[in-house]
């Protein structure tokens, strides 16, 4: 996800997009536990992406 997608976005979309992310990190850390998980760069990106969104409703708030 790029942060230039992010702007294009509204505030409520992005609310939810964080929450889809955080949602989806609990799930991969879940797996990762249980050894299910078979992409392990996965929980990185999912962090960065959750931190481009943040950043971007950081921005709007100021």
Not at 8 to 20: D, N, P, R, V, Y
Not at 39 to 52: H, M, N, P, V
């Given at each position: 996800m790029k942060a230039d997608e992010l702007r294009g976005k509204t505030t409520e979309e992005l609310e939810g997009e964080l929450q889809s992310l955080k949602e989806t990190l609990f799930n991969q850390r879940f797996r990762s536990v249980l050894g299910q998980q078979e992409d392990t760069t996965r929980i990185g990106k999912i962090?960065?992406?959750?931190?481009?969104?943040k950043t971007v409703l950081q921005g709007r708030s100021q």
């Amino acid at each position: 996800m790029k942060a230039d997608e992010l702007r294009g976005k509204t505030t409520e979309e992005l609310e939810g997009e964080l929450q889809s992310l955080k949602e989806t990190l609990f799930n991969q850390r879940f797996r990762s536990v249980l050894g299910q998980q078979e992409d392990t760069t996965r929980i990185g990106k999912i962090r960065k992406d959750i931190a481009r969104v943040k950043t971007v409703l950081q921005g709007r708030s100021q």
